[in-house]
């Protein structure tokens, strides 16, 4: 698994700004190989999950090939002013502002529902801690995360305990 995404990521120099290592997945999701391996591990770790949640944007891509493996719906998490109303948001800091992640307040019933958390990259953890705080608010229950890459130096696991947390790939 490691050596499939590893053999696609194309890392950026000096992307978004000098100094920065940008690691792109966009290869490993446009090759077919590596987007079956890489959704496939994901389904095993979500199995016995009823729904998963996708987080905006590539979350959404491996949230529905995830969701299709196992027969369960996929939950879109949007930024902030994408989703018609009514919303449940969680408001969240980042290094150089907040953001907003917003899931349907009406239409989809997340009370109740076990779910999994499915994001590209795990960095500082503040969009998947806001995530599960969002979907617990609503009244599910999170049974854990999956991301492709974790940046193991940005420390964002940590900001993430106790919720377990799956990365196929850390650097």
Not at 66 to 94: F, Q
Request: glycine share 12%.
């Amino acid at each position: 698994m490691a050596d499939v995404i590893a053999s696609l990521l194309r890392e950026v120099p000096d992307f978004p700004e000098p100094g920065i290592q940008f690691k792109d997945l966009t290869p490993v999701l446009a090759d077919a190989h590596g987007l079956a391996v890489v959704s496939a591990a994901i389904a095993e770790v979500a199995r016995g999950a009823d729904l998963v949640a996708g987080v905006d944007a590539r979350g959404f891509l491996l949230g529905g090939a995830v969701a299709t493996m196992l027969g369960v719906g996929v939950l879109a998490v949007r930024k902030g002013g994408k989703l018609p109303p009514p919303v449940l948001s969680e408001t969240y800091s980042l290094e150089y502002g907040t953001a907003t992640l917003e899931v349907p307040a009406e239409g989809v019933e997340l009370a109740g529902r076990s779910i999994v958390v499915i994001d590209d990259v795990l960095a500082t953890g503040g969009t998947l801690a806001a995530t599960n705080q969002l979907l617990t608010a609503a009244g599910a229950t999170v049974t854990g995360a999956v991301v492709m890459l974790e940046l193991g130096a940005l420390g964002g696991r940590a900001a993430l305990a106790p919720l377990e947390v799956t990365s196929l790939y850390t650097v």
